[in-house]
């Protein structure tokens, strides 16, 4: 079973990723993400690597990585840091599977955050503002 690669990415792009997630993207057919995460990668693309921007269309991500799998085409979606924290991730494993998508983190923000601050953070209280109901303050 072809499986689609969710990879973590940030502003450092290449730099930051591991061996394996650039080798994946180095692969794929087709990566799916921001414009900004598409050209933090683009030093990893084949020139024939199919780009789409995912600005904006978040909602129909899963639909164009079931296609794409069910096509036989290797998929990669860009995600930021860490795609399970509060990312795209959880999303498409809710609407293809676990088993079709592997995770491939990088740090996410707030361990770059905290590391950068000097700050430990084992008691932060965490909430995300990407969604309309971002919980309690």
């Given at each position: 079973?072809t499986?689609?690669?969710?990879?973590?990415?940030h502003d450092?792009?290449?730099?930051?990723?591991?061996?394996?997630?650039r080798?994946?993207?180095?692969?794929?057919?087709?990566v799916i993400?921001a414009?900004h995460?598409?050209r933090?990668?683009?030093?990893?693309?084949?020139?024939?690597?199919?780009?789409?921007?995912?600005?904006?269309?978040?909602?129909?991500?899963?639909?164009?990585?079931e296609e794409?799998?069910g096509?036989g085409?290797?998929?990669?979606?860009?995600?930021?840091?860490?795609?399970?924290?509060f990312?795209?991730?959880?999303?498409?494993?809710?609407?293809?599977?676990?088993e079709?998508?592997?995770?491939?983190?990088?740090?996410?923000?707030?361990q770059l955050?905290?590391?950068?601050l000097?700050l430990p953070?084992?008691?932060?209280?965490?909430?995300?503002?990407?969604?309309?109901?971002?919980g309690?303050?």
């Amino acid at each position: 079973m072809t499986l689609c690669q969710v990879i973590g990415v940030h502003d450092d792009g290449a730099a930051g990723l591991t061996a394996p997630a650039r080798e994946f993207l180095h692969a794929a057919d087709l990566v799916i993400g921001a414009p900004h995460q598409l050209r933090a990668v683009a030093s990893l693309l084949p020139e024939q690597t199919e780009r789409r921007d995912a600005n904006g269309r978040v909602t129909i991500v899963a639909a164009w990585v079931e296609e794409a799998l069910g096509a036989g085409r290797r998929v990669v979606v860009l995600a930021t840091g860490d795609p399970l924290y509060f990312g795209i991730a959880a999303g498409l494993i809710a609407a293809l599977g676990h088993e079709r998508i592997q995770v491939v983190p990088t740090l996410s923000s707030v361990q770059l955050a905290a590391a950068r601050l000097g700050l430990p953070w084992q008691d932060a209280k965490l909430v995300s503002v990407h969604a309309a109901d971002a919980g309690e303050w």
